[in-house]
């Protein structure tokens, strides 16, 4: 079994890529350590057979194709997540007004056995008694002087209340 956290530092250690105090370190593992060693070795071969293969050179117009396709791709890309977007605003959109016309009450009224209905009021006629008469007791009425020409007529009038007295003052 090959180890897992050592696998990347052994494929820059076969290519000659890793520092000096890190190689040392995969050396050792790949001292004590078969399923390693055998990796190395086949990531050694690879790279040999590698190194044989003519080096070729993109000609100007693939280029441009290959440039061309990804653009395409991309443009591609772009409008499905603008037409997903607006598929996902539209379900959101319908999905709430459904729910608010399922949750309008008046579209649903409650079911009879648990409906409440209170009558309707009943006007009546109430006879209300007629308050019984004020009687006013009244204290002997002092003697009563004739206001002479020119003196004013003074009216006092007392209530219930001690500190409470009305005075009128007539020309």
């Not at 959109?93 to 949750?103: D, E, K, Q």
């Not at 309008?104 to 209170?118: C, G, K, L, Q, W």
């Amino acid at each position: 079994m090959i180890c897992r956290e050592m696998e990347e530092r052994i494929a820059l250690h076969v290519s000659g890529d890793l520092e000096t105090g890190a190689a040392a370190e995969v050396d050792e593992h790949l001292a004590r350590c078969l399923a390693c060693r055998t990796l190395a070795a086949e990531l050694k071969a690879n790279r040999e057979s590698m190194i044989g293969l003519p080096v070729g050179e993109i000609r100007e117009a693939d280029y441009a194709e290959l440039r061309a396709r990804l653009d395409e791709s991309r443009r591609r890309e772009r409008a499905l997540r603008r037409w997903a977007l607006a598929a996902a605003v539209s379900a959101a959109v319908l999905g709430g007004s459904a729910l608010v016309r399922f949750l309008d009450p008046a579209r649903h009224p409650a079911p009879a056995a648990a409906r409440v209905e209170t009558p309707a009021p009943v006007e009546r006629a109430v006879r209300v008694p007629a308050p019984p008469p004020m009687t006013v007791a009244r204290k002997p009425a002092a003697p009563r002087k004739t206001p002479e020409a020119g003196e004013p007529l003074v009216v006092k009038i007392v209530t219930d209340d001690p500190d409470i007295v009305i005075v009128w003052l007539v020309d």
